[in-house]
């Protein structure tokens, strides 16, 4: 676990687990304020799960969650207002801490010093220059002035974004190309199907952000809080406006664990698991080899989803490790599907319509 001490009163980090709860106790942290949505990343747990461990700590916990690059006015009162309010010192979270310590830093505007700030901050490891002009500003945002012009801005830096970048290029080396995304890894998710099926370590489905961007590309850290299309402009975490001549959006598709009720606090554990989360896929591999007879139940929700066929390929390739171990007699699949087809072509795979028998559901 990551703690990064900003002054007596509090600390903030990256995304903690369930199991650090107890740890951060042990550290005299008196209180927790998680400032991520959930369902944010890949490889969350949710606040659920968090809030859970905190309680039987006995910690106050509470979720201000704040959109990555969308720290507004407003979110940094609200976080003086808590932070005033809770016991100390307090352990912020979001997803790398930048978020908490931005809001930490917008909430003090008014009270320290805007060089003890950036100070602070920079001691715990996190450079606030995007912030410094609201910061100086008592923590309101000032009008803004263009900082970078680029041909083209990407706004993105996923499967999507790169291979546009890339695919630019092949066209026209000379391009001006700016990727836009605050995150430091970048992942492979289909190889995540892979994973839950023991075929692929969860390691090799991840890089560094700065490894996969095409070369010649500018890749500009940071998140996109807001579009200024009146003039062809982006406004990133803080104040930073970024011009294009040409803009691509790419941002990916975000989870919705929450749509089903129970999910989040049971995910993870007790044999539920998901191939759509990076640290949840190696717990799929684990409870299929695990299983030796019972029922086994594959779920597949209505689209918008992230690959229409993973969840039939988590199921294919299960069913495949229990065929090779001798036991698929004894493990009765359902495969529970909330759209209308199996497949949007159904010419695509005739074959694999006949695994599946189809039986309505009341
Ligand atoms: C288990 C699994 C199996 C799959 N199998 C297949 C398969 O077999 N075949 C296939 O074709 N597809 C498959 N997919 C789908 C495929 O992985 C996705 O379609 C693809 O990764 C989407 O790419 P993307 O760039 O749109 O989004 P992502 O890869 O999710 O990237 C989005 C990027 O945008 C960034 N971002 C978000 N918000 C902001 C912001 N405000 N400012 C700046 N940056 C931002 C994020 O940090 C992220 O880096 C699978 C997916 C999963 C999960």
């Not at 550290?27 to 747990?45: K, T, V």
């Not at 836009?180 to 199907?193: K, L, M, N, R, S």
């Not at 809080?225 to 104040?239: I, N, P, Q």
């Amino acid at each position: 676990m990551d703690i990064r001490t900003l002054n007596a009163d509090i600390a903030v980090g990256p995304q903690i687990t369930p199991a650090d709860v107890a740890a951060l106790a042990a550290a005299g942290y008196r209180a927790i304020l998680c400032n991520r949505p959930n369902g944010e990343g890949a490889d969350q747990p949710g606040f659920a799960e968090i809030a859970q461990a905190a309680q039987a700590c006995g910690l106050p916990v509470h979720h201000l969650p704040v959109e990555s690059g969308t720290v507004r006015d407003e979110d940094a009162q609200a976080f003086g207002v808590l932070l005033a309010s809770l016991p100390k010192p307090v352990f912020a979270y979001c997803r790398t801490g930048t978020r908490s310590a931005t809001l930490w830093a917008l909430s003090q505007a008014t009270k320290l010093p805007l060089p003890e700030i950036l100070q602070r901050a920079r001691s715990a490891g996190y450079d606030l220059q995007a912030v410094v002009r609201r910061v100086a500003n008592g923590g309101q945002t000032p009008g803004g002035a263009i900082d970078a012009t680029h041909d083209i801005v990407i706004v993105g830096g996923g499967a999507a974004g790169a291979a546009v970048a890339a695919s630019l290029l092949a066209r026209r080396r000379d391009l001006d190309i700016a990727i836009i995304d605050p995150a430091e890894v970048h992942y492979y998710q289909p190889g995540w199907t892979m994973v839950g099926a023991g075929v692929f370590k969860p390691e090799v489905t991840a890089r560094t952000m700065a490894s996969v961007l095409p070369r010649g590309v500018r890749w500009l850290k940071g998140a996109v809080a807001a579009f200024e299309s009146e003039r062809d402009a982006v406004v990133l975490d803080g104040c930073r406006v970024v011009r294009y001549r040409q803009l691509v959006v790419c941002p990916g598709l975000k989870l919705d664990w929450q749509a089903i009720p129970g999910l989040p606090e049971t995910l993870g554990r007790h044999g539920v698991t998901s191939n759509y989360r990076y640290d949840l896929a190696p717990y799929t591999w684990e409870l299929v080899q695990r299983l030796r007879g019972g029922k086994a139940v594959f779920t597949q929700p209505p689209m918008p989803i992230k690959c229409a066929g993973a969840p039939q390929k988590a199921m294919y390739l299960s069913a495949d490790h229990w065929r090779r171990q001798g036991v698929l007699d004894q493990v009765d699949i359902d495969f529970c599907n909330a759209g209308a087809v199996l497949f949007g072509v159904a010419d695509y795979v005739p074959a694999l319509m006949e695994y599946i028998a189809p039986t309505a559901c009341t």
